[in-house]
């Protein structure tokens, strides 16, 4: 089965931009999940999503959004970029619903280099 | 709130040898853990977790991980050491509070091997 994938790999923005990045799931996994990264925070969590709708949502800014849609993929879109907002995006998909026992499958991240 | 703890920023141990990445956790109720493992430029993947039962968790590429209730801890452990487990290491604990399900991460430990 294939892994998590996410497009594109990396990006470059410059201040007041706006990007959007995309996740395609696990093959059967409803779930997806989004992580940010960065050095001085660690990873910290953005939003998930399940069977289109968002089930739970991190302490970010409201510039900071997603959508999930009917085949599972996901996207995350951040508008009016900041120079913090640079970071390795992370999705995560996971069989059912976003459930306590449910491993996450990370993908290989969206690196976002904002000028 | 739920939180995790990973003491030690790096680990450095001899190939060959028996490693230890160390985790705390404080959360009310059941705790739900992971270990995942980062490489550089790349996701996370995930290596065991615990759910319930056993209290030690054997995973993936010879790595387990004991839980200790008393002690609040979930440490990761391998008898012997590869240079190629050089990476970082991250803790997780995922419970069920109401809406909140998200995977809280530890800030990661660097674990280096030394041929």
């Known amino acids: 089965k294939a892994g998590v994938t996410q497009t594109p790999r990396y990006l470059i923005k410059t201040r007041g931009q706006q990007v959007t990045l995309s996740c395609s799931p696990i093959s059967g996994h409803r779930s997806v999940s989004w992580y940010q990264q960065t050095p001085g925070q660690g990873l910290q969590f953005l939003f998930e999503y399940f069977s289109e709708t968002q089930r739970n949502k991190g302490n970010f800014p409201g510039r900071f959004s997603g959508r999930q849609f009917s085949n599972s993929r996901s996207e995350m879109n951040v508008s009016t970029l900041e120079l913090g907002d640079s970071a390795l995006y992370l999705c995560?998909?996971?069989?059912?619903?976003?459930?306590?026992?449910?491993?996450?499958?990370f993908g290989p991240g969206t690196r976002l280099l904002v000028l | 709130a739920q939180s995790v703890a990973q003491p030690e920023d790096q680990v450095n141990v001899a190939e060959g040898n028996p490693l230890t990445v160390k985790c705390t956790y404080s959360v009310s109720g059941n705790p739900y853990l992971f270990w995942y493992v980062q490489y550089p430029n790349r996701g996370l993947q995930f290596l065991l977790k615990?759910?319930?039962?056993?209290?030690l968790v054997k995973g993936s590429y010879g790595f387990e991980a004991e839980f200790n209730k008393s002690q609040t801890s979930f440490h990761l452990k391998k008898p012997s050491a590869l240079v190629s487990d050089s990476a970082l290491y991250f803790c997780a604990v995922r419970y069920y509070s109401g809406s909140a399900r998200q995977l809280t991460f530890g800030s990661g430990t660097q674990l280096t091997v030394l041929p």
């Open positions: 995560a998909s996971s069989p059912n619903g976003p459930g306590e026992q449910e491993t996450q499958y």
């Open positions: 615990y759910i319930t039962g056993d209290n």
